[in-house]
């Protein structure tokens, strides 16, 4: 059974740092770009970072430029997104996902993705 299984979610004060996983069961994040998105209550799912199969070129949203950095093990079949200087409206579900392609647009299309973990929320306030 193909899964994608996120972990690493919680309560966190403002301007503290969280580390989400991703690891895929049933296939391998080989030929995949993995990426996050994350929901808020009230409000659309929206891209927040993707790494590309080779692992050398990612893409961030700009309300996380600078804070949140993404990675990927493919030994390990995970990726990673550690999250610093973590605000308020950083608060939501993230959802792992995958698809075999790459593109200037990929944080803008989730409709386009192959497969969606289940979410880990996590919640920044003080």
């Known amino acids: 059974q193909l899964q994608l299984v996120e972990s690493g979610g919680g309560l966190v004060q403002p301007g503290g740092s969280l580390r989400l996983s991703c690891t895929a069961s049933g296939f391998t994040f080989d030929y995949y770009t993995v990426g996050w998105f994350r929901q808020a209550p009230g409000k659309e799912r929206e891209g927040v970072s993707c790494?590309?199969?080779?692992?050398?070129?990612?893409k961030y949203a700009d309300s996380v430029k600078g804070r949140f950095t993404i990675s990927r093990d493919d030994a390990k079949n995970t990726v990673y997104l550690q999250m610093n200087g973590l605000k308020p409206e950083d608060s939501g579900v993230y959802f792992c996902?995958?698809?075999?392609?790459?593109?200037?647009?990929?944080?803008?299309?989730?409709?386009?993705?192959?497969?969606w973990g289940k979410g880990t929320l996590v919640t920044v306030s003080a």
């Open positions: 996902t995958v698809a075999r392609w790459y593109g200037s647009n990929w944080l803008d299309n989730y409709n386009g993705m192959d497969y």
């Open positions: 790494i590309n199969f080779r692992g050398d070129d990612t």
